[in-house]
């Protein structure tokens, strides 16, 4: 009878989720808040459907220790190093502040003292659940901002384990408890990285050679921590995280992560529809509490942000996109209370379901702001501009050489961008070379080519361009409503500039061509044209074949110096 009650379940929240994403999508909304409506409609207050949520959010809390497993798999901490100082003390600084913020407004509202604890861990923390899944969908995890809520992200993961460890001991400090808590939560991650050092390679080296093998490996040890960390007093994600953290330094990371994601995409699904299953109606005083909450959460933790980001000497623009996207109540949030409520009796159920609300209108919120971001920026880039001058000094992110009147302006230097590098340099031509990726401008100001640090729909970013010498703008990167700003914005200020901007379908090219386009990139149509040339000539003559084999060659070894 269980099984068929969780087919049946599962059966209906996967056709109830999909329902309303494929309705999404029409409607050109985020996803997210597609599952959380599907939660309600199945939930206590819709149709009550689905009535084992015990077991739903089992399933969910999974979908969580398979994010925070592929979190771990894909932080490089070479990468993180870059902004570890923004991220080591403004990520605390921000913890401490907003939860002692949430922890004194919470006591002036009446609150008890355990409960306004509560409360300020739930306004501290951000979700790394959320945050992640929506940089990794606009491909922006390896851009500054994201490397910078990365590592924020990665300081609230460590100080929500001690959150986690101090629970118990809330009522009454027991300094020999906590203590030990902390002891098991280092032990666990001494257990990762002396398995990293010395077992998991050897066992990852022959499990490679079975793509299922390498598949259950992944899984096993994604699962063993998570014991591990159950058995300690620990949440499984906890578990979860730190064995990606341990598996993310084997050459085989981004092969598990291509494997495991259709599964962390299933039970993630199913963490968002419960979400929206958890929710039930609360009074009218936890209503005030609510709204005073989500101003803290949702506009004093992004303005704190914001100003620390300032401080550390990020431009605005960074600055602003790291501050508003960490606008949102944690999953740790949930664990937190759940705990609080179900397991230590510290706080009600009316509070556990007022946290509920503001993960779930939070979560939602930080959703259209994902989608908005660069129209909500270019709206607030004036008024933004007295948060420019708290820097304590300004970051180099880019490098001009004497000659600066540039003739041709590359968007995006990835790949198919370095090759259009290339042949502007063999062609004599003044190039000034814009990216959003760290690594791409750090390498490029030691090659000393004319750089500079950006996206294409930054307006900042385009009007430090002299357009009156630019004969040619190239952009390299696949993103429409980028592509469509940057081509209005060219034409508009220099019509006789020609514009190149790359597509990912036909329908894309269609309307950037009707947009006043030069030419629009089509990188699949565009590689089975070259193909189809280097066949002529290989089939008529095969002695070009070397010397295109030695120049792929290389090309492809340069683009390993960058890290691709």
Not at 287 to 310: E, N, T
Not at 393 to 402: D, L, P, S, V
Not at 459 to 476: D, G, P, Q
């Amino acid at each position: 009878m269980l099984e068929a009650n969780l087919v049946f379940d599962l059966s209906v929240i996967i056709i109830v989720a999909t329902f309303f994403a494929y309705l999404a999508r029409i409607l050109k909304q985020p996803l997210i808040p597609a599952y959380i409506i599907a939660g309600l409609v199945l939930g206590p207050i819709g149709l009550g459907v689905v009535r084992d949520l015990g077991l739903i959010k089992a399933l969910s809390e999974i979908g969580i220790a398979f994010l925070l497993f592929i979190v771990g798999l894909e932080i490089d901490f070479k990468k993180l190093r870059s902004v570890s100082f923004v991220s080591l003390i403004g990520g605390t600084l921000q913890v401490i502040l907003t939860f002692l913020f949430g922890y004194i407004i919470s006591l002036f509202l009446g609150l008890s003292e355990t409960v306004s604890i509560y409360a300020g861990l739930v306004v501290a923390f951000s979700s790394t659940m959320v945050v992640v899944k929506l940089l990794g969908d606009k491909g922006e995890i390896g851009t500054l901002h994201g490397r910078i809520i990365l590592g924020i992200l990665l300081m609230q993961d460590i100080l929500v384990f001690f959150a986690l460890a101090m629970m118990n001991s809330l009522t009454e400090v027991n300094y020999i408890f906590v203590g030990f808590s902390l002891l098991k939560l280092f032990s666990l991650f001494f257990i990762a990285f002396i398995a990293s050092r010395y077992l998991l390679p050897g066992l990852f080296r022959f499990a490679a050679k079975s793509n299922e093998l390498l598949f259950l490996l992944s899984i096993t040890m994604c699962f063993l921590f998570a014991i591990f960390a159950y058995f300690l007093g620990f949440s499984i994600a906890i578990g979860a995280f730190i064995a990606g953290v341990g598996v993310a330094n084997l050459p085989y990371s981004f092969d598990i992560i291509g494997k495991v994601v259709s599964l962390k995409d299933f039970f993630a699904t199913i963490f968002f529809v419960s979400l929206g299953m958890q929710l039930v109606f609360i009074s009218a005083d936890m209503l005030k509490l609510l709204g005073i909450f989500l101003l803290i959460v949702v506009i004093f933790k992004p303005l704190l942000l914001l100003i620390l980001s300032s401080l550390f000497g990020y431009e605005k623009r960074t600055s602003f996109l790291t501050a508003v996207s960490l606008g949102q109540v944690s999953e740790f949030s949930l664990i937190l209370v759940g705990t609080g409520f179900y397991t230590l009796k510290h706080v009600s159920q009316e509070f556990f379901s007022l946290v509920v609300f503001m993960t779930i209108i939070t979560i939602t919120i930080t959703s259209y702001l994902f989608k908005h971001e660069a129209a909500i920026y270019r709206i607030l880039a004036g008024p933004l501009e007295i948060f420019r001058h708290l820097a304590l000094y300004h970051r180099k992110m880019g490098y001009t050489a004497r000659e600066s009147k540039d003739r041709v302006v590359l968007f995006g230097c990835h790949r198919m961008g370095s090759i259009f590098l290339k042949t502007f340099s063999k062609a004599g031509k003044n190039t000034l070379v814009i990216d959003h990726d760290p690594d791409v401008i750090d390498h490029l100001i030691k090659e000393k080519v004319n750089c500079m640090y950006g996206d294409m729909d930054n307006s900042e970013v385009l009007r430090r361009i002299v357009w009156k010498n630019t004969e040619l703008v190239v952009s390299a990167v696949q993103k429409f409503k980028s592509s469509v700003y940057l081509v209005e914005y060219v034409k508009s200020v220099n019509p006789k500039t020609s514009v190149f901007v790359t597509a990912k379908t036909v329908g894309e090219a269609l309307d950037l061509y009707e947009l006043g386009a030069d030419y629009v990139i089509l990188p699949h149509i565009s590689a089975g044209e070259l193909i189809a040339s280097l066949l002529k000539k290989v089939i008529k003559s095969k002695k070009d074949l070397v010397r295109f084999r030695n120049d792929h060659i290389k090309h492809l070894l340069s683009l390993g110096e960058l890290h691709y």
